[in-house]
């Protein structure tokens, strides 16, 4: 017997269908994952299931009872619990008030604090989820924010948990953490719906894997039966190629971008970034590879003028701009393409149109006279960007925070690189993408490197750094602690100094 069915389910907004006669069985103490490309359903489906959104059409069944799940509400009472991909928590409140929100413990018509704390500490303990519930939550790091919302969703009973790309917003160290919770989950009985893009996660963690495309169901097969190739080609409809760094250097003249003995204090008073120098030319990728927390973030805030400079200097085609704002850095042409989408690189309120031209929007044509916006050439330039860089939505009118995490990364891409940089300052560029959005990605980042443009590249994906970068620069606590030139950056080697910090000698070897 299934523990969830769903039969013809479809979702429209607008002239835009979503979900089209989507059918699927999900067993009982199973890892069932979707797949599919950015825009293919996926987190629309199990919006459906949760209730946040009402089906056109469609009907769900619990183990053969047909059930009508209206609200997030009844969604829960049936023991249906969704872990989003944009938490939903209040930063200002310790773990445990965010747990029990909503569904407070009393004592007559008083919270009974005691028993909230005694109560999250026991869920806390008996998942292994190691959590402190006096903790306010905007101290924790963003894979313990992660638990706190499994926590809310455990406190509820959930028995059916839905994890809507968990793993988009963590590093390679939390996604083993949150990989182990879910195999516990596995263990104690409880059915896991997991929405990831990463194929190699999905074939990691699943016992089942269904594709989706253009809100359709293509395929469902065991894990035993699938590929990485094959998975790939039933998500896009044809075989895919990742594009790969194949010529040699061929950078160009003096640095774009030359940083001097730069050091960069952190959110905790700490020095994160440590007297770090090097430069980008023109046609060249620089990578820098390091374990997520090794000083990344910090730098790309204080080159892109988010964050101060504590000591150093940061040039620009020759001119200091150390203590310059991020306006004037952007006029001498430097892209921003940041790790975090929702924080930093949208207005997730604002409509398409005035994301793409978020930091550009005094430019012209899309000013008529000096004051007002040129309404037509804005939409023209909107929807252009949607269909070259593939963002799938009803229209450019919509808020750019209900487009799924993919498409918000097609959207800040196609701002960033349509306004021709000289230099592009890129982080984590394919975290939450579809393997056909990595394959496009990729491409436009060689390409802008073909076209004499300087790319400094941060990733967390050392797949990625090997296989674009000209040169690899590694962080370990704050230090740069060498610099390779891409035939002797070896995996073995890049992985040892991401770990340890330190080159290995011949003996070691």
């Given amino acids: 017997m299934p523990s969830l ?39 629309t489906v199990v919006k459906c299931i949760y209730g946040l959104y009402s089906p056109t059409a469609g009907s769900f069944a619990l183990d053969g009872q047909p059930v009508v799940i209206k609200t997030p509400r009844d969604a829960m009472k049936r023991g249906i619990g969704m872990v989003h991909q944009h938490f939903m928590l209040v930063p200002s409140l310790p773990v445990y008030r965010n747990v029990v929100l909503g569904d407070e413990p009393r004592r007559g018509f008083i919270f009974d604090h005691e028993t909230a704390i005694e109560t999250v500490t026991k869920l806390s ?111 896009v409809g044809h075989s895919v190629h990742m594009p790969v760094l194949s010529e040699a250097s061929v950078s160009q003249g003096e640095a774009v971008i030359e940083i001097q003995n730069l050091s960069v204090i952190g959110d905790r008073g700490e020095e994160a970034v440590k007297n770090v120098s090097f430069s980008v030319h023109g046609s060249e990728i620089l990578g820098i590879a390091g374990i997520t927390g090794n000083g990344q973030s910090e730098l790309e805030e204080a080159l892109s003028g988010l964050r101060p400079v504590f000591k ?8 200091d701009i150390t203590r310059e704002a991020s306006l004037k850095r952007r006029h001498l042409g430097l892209s921003y393409i940041p790790e975090d989408r929702i924080k930093t690189g949208l207005a997730p309120l604002a409509s398409l149109k005035d994301n793409a031209l978020l930091g550009y929007q005094y430019k012209q044509p899309y000013l008529r006279g000096q004051f007002f916006q040129n309404f037509q050439t804005i939409r023209l330039f909107t929807t252009e960007l949607m269909r070259k860089y593939g963002v799938a939505a009803a229209s450019e009118n919509i808020q750019a925070g209900t487009l799924s995490g993919g498409n918000m990364q097609r959207l800040v891409m196609a701002r960033e690189l349509e306004q021709d940089p000289c230099f592009l300052l890129v982080s984590q ?46 962080m370990h606590r704050g230090h740069i602690v060498a610099v390779l030139d891409r035939q002797e950056a070896t995996r073995n080697l890049v992985g040892r100094l991401m770990l340890e910090g330190t080159v290995p000698t011949a003996k070691e070897e």
């Fill in 5 to 43: 069915s769903i039969s013809g389910l479809t979702k429209t907004f607008g002239k835009f269908k979503a979900v089209d006669d989507f059918s699927l069985e999900v067993a009982s103490g199973t890892v069932h994952s979707l797949v599919g490309e950015n825009g293919a359903g996926k987190s």
């Fill in 125 to 235: 303990e008996q998942y292994d989820l190691k959590i402190d519930p006096l903790a306010p939550v905007h101290s924790l790091p963003v894979g313990i924010q992660q638990r706190v919302e499994i926590l809310k969703i455990l406190y509820r009973k959930a028995e059916i948990l839905i994890f809507d790309e968990p793993t988009a917003v963590l590093s390679p160290q939390e996604i083993k953490g949150l990989f182990s919770i879910i195999r516990s989950f596995k263990k104690a009985g409880k059915t896991i719906i997991f929405i990831a893009h990463n194929l190699s996660e999905v074939l990691a963690i699943s016992d089942i894997i269904t594709v989706m495309r253009k809100g359709k169901h293509i395929a469902t097969l065991p894990r035993e039966k699938a590929t990485k190739e094959e998975l790939a080609t039933l998500m």
């Fill in 312 to 319: 150093g200097a940061i040039r620009m085609k020759g001119i």
């Fill in 429 to 474: 560029p394919t975290r939450g993408v579809d393997i056909g959005g990595i394959s496009f990605i990729h491409d436009r980042l060689l390409s802008l490197r073909r076209n004499g443009k300087a790319i400094l590249l941060i990733s967390a994906d050392l797949d990625e750094i090997l296989s674009l970068s000209d040169r690899i620069a590694v």
